[in-house]
């Protein structure tokens, strides 16, 4: 049994009102994500408590105490200001996971304006279309990261500044370019937060679309309300807690449960700013005594590859409970952390557009190895019978993920594409993209997306973006892109090419191919493989049926070709 009882007693009498009144917050009040998460935790006696342990890839520490965050978030907050940067602009933050992400994202929330994270490992195009889409006025990154930004800047008129941190002073700065050291900047204590209210603009997280270009889902500083109870109920975070969560704030799992909800509950966390090893991750649980792990399924199955004996080689004894998030967590993962952890990985369900945990297994809920566990109280989630858009009679049968749309965090709307968001809306219902069944207990079961975005690794990708960039090499007359069944990334980037004339498939190409991407996009949107094709299967319209190409790559069958040209 849990310390927040159980599942069953949550869900009587609940309200959102719960969280606001243990924030102290109500309605019309002002609310800024940035002082809930440094000024508050401080006030409330732990301003000397460690708010942030950070470990770089070659062992360097830093440590800083939730008064150290507070101050380091004030000082870039008011360097920002000082640059002339005003409330609801958007500063964008390119970076690998260092401090200065972490305290540069709340610095940005505390003057108002609307932090837009992306993954550091982008390359230009990808970084490109982000900016520009938000007209972000700021970007701040690292030098090892600025010759990317160096080659689109001329495309981004409204990208007025660009600060590089930890700037050593080797290479001469560029036009727009300002370094900027935090250390040397110095703590700054009084500091006017922005009087931010519930509705104001927060964070900017690119998500894949199906059929167009990554939109930009717009939150708001209320999300809190939701990330903070969900950071205490389903991920069950205490006070005594040292937490790891593995996501990069590039992407959601990074902002929503790598910043806000742990520092709003004043719980140390500690960040590991390098790549998957099974071995450096044991030893950095076992080194920071970690007690709660939020993970992904990509990362627990390759735990599993490398096998029992090396779990035992460390002491794992500090961990208390385990969840995971953004893949569909298969049963046998599961069966094999109770093994060897003693304990299981809760699975929990959300997206970029809801901002929190909406479908979970909760601590003193009985967990169904496979099943993504039932919706958040307060949360109302349903399947779908996808012809007459209203939740099916019975369970069992496979439908649509969908949400009255209603709770905290929910995104507001896509940045300048309020078009595409009221395309998910069916029948008043908030349509995720994802398919599921219902069993009699109410526990939801994840059965596949029900579109052609590709999650790899945890990480979504949009066809549509990686065949934009396919054609402009070269060499490529056509592309589709589907991804493919891979035991440990559960899919993969697949793409099928048509050349132009004269040019000839061949090992060459396709390696030339897969790094013109990896560099333009990114090495997860990079193809593992590429086939070369004749042609491509169409409908009577030219459309290009993604969908007879992907049945094949999974053995599936390929249904309905009535509309197909060359059948
Ligand atoms: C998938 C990540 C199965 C799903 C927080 C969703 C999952 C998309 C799970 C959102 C899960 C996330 N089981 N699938 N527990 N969690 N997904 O926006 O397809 O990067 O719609 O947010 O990941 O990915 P996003």
Not at 243 to 272: E, R
């Amino acid at each position: 049994m849990s310390h927040i009882g159980s599942y069953d007693d949550r869900l009587k009498n609940f309200s959102w009102n719960i969280s606001e009144k243990e924030l102290g917050y109500k309605p019309g009040d002002v609310i800024n994500i940035g002082w809930y998460c440094t000024d508050r935790i401080c006030q409330m006696g732990k301003a000397n408590k460690p708010a942030l342990i950070w470990e770089g890839s070659t062992g360097p520490e830093k440590r800083y105490t939730y008064n150290d965050i507070r101050l380091a978030s004030n000082t870039i907050g008011a360097y920002l200001r000082g640059l002339g940067l005003q409330a609801g602009d958007r500063v964008c933050l390119f970076m690998d996971k260092i401090p200065e992400l972490y305290l540069g994202f709340l610095g940005i929330l505390k003057i108002g304006e609307i932090a837009q994270p992306l993954f550091s490992a982008f390359g230009d195009e990808s970084l490109f279309f982000r900016l520009s889409n938000a007209e972000a006025s700021a970007v701040i990154t690292q030098k090892k990261h600025v010759p990317k930004v160096r080659k689109i800047l001329d495309k981004l008129p409204h990208l007025k500044h660009i600060i590089i941190v930890g700037h050593e002073g080797a290479a001469p700065l560029k036009e727009r370019e300002v370094a900027f050291n935090l250390e040397k900047a110095g703590p700054v204590d009084a500091f006017q937060i922005h009087p931010t209210m519930a509705e104001s603009p927060s964070v900017l997280h690119y998500t894949s679309g199906t059929t167009g270009m990554p939109k930009g889902v717009k939150h708001v500083h209320y999300s809190l309300i939701a990330q903070y109870l969900t950071g205490k109920w389903a991920l069950d975070l205490r006070d005594d807690d040292i937490y790891w969560c593995t996501a990069d704030p590039g992407w959601v799992t990074g902002t929503s449960y790598g910043i806000i909800a742990p520092f709003s509950l004043g719980v140390t966390q500690c960040v590991l700013d390098a790549g998957f090893q099974a071995e450096s991750w044991y030893k950095f649980i076992e080194k920071r005594r970690v007690s709660m792990w939020y993970s992904a399924p990509t990362a627990i199955r390759s735990l599993m590859k490398a096998g029992d004996e090396i779990v035992k080689k460390h002491d794992l004894s500090s961990l208390r409970h385990l969840a995971s998030v953004g893949e569909p967590l298969n049963s046998e993962a599961v069966v094999w952390s109770q093994k060897v952890f003693g304990k299981p990985f809760y699975d929990t369900y959300w997206q970029t557009e809801t901002g929190c945990i909406v479908i979970s297994n909760y601590p003193g809920m009985e967990v169904r190895p496979g099943s993504m566990g039932k919706p958040f109280p307060g949360v109302t989630g349903v399947v779908l019978d996808p012809v007459k858009n209203e939740p099916y009679p019975a369970p069992g049968k496979i439908g649509l993920v969908a949400l009255k749309f209603d709770w905290p965090s929910r995104m507001r709307t896509y940045w300048n594409n309020e078009e595409a968001f009221q395309k998910k809306f069916r029948g008043g219902w908030y349509i995720t993209g994802d398919r599921a069944r219902l069993d009699n207990e109410g526990y939801f079961w994840f059965a596949g997306r029900d579109d052609d975005i590709i999650n790899t690794a945890g990480h979504l990708v949009s066809p549509f973006e990686v065949e934009s960039a396919l054609l402009e090499h070269p060499a490529v007359a056509e592309s589709a892109v589907v991804s493919k069944p891979d035991p440990i990334n559960l899919e993969v980037v697949k793409a099928f090419v048509t050349l132009k004339p004269g040019f000839t498939a061949g090992k060459d190409l396709d390696l030339e191919i897969m790094n013109f991407i990896r560099k333009k996009l990114s090495p997860l949107a990079m193809p593992q493989e590429i086939e070369f094709v004749a042609g491509l299967p169409k409908t009577r319209s030219g459309k290009i049926m993604r969908r007879i190409l992907h049945a094949k790559e999974w053995g599936e069958e390929i249904g309905d070709t009535s509309t197909l040209e060359n059948d």
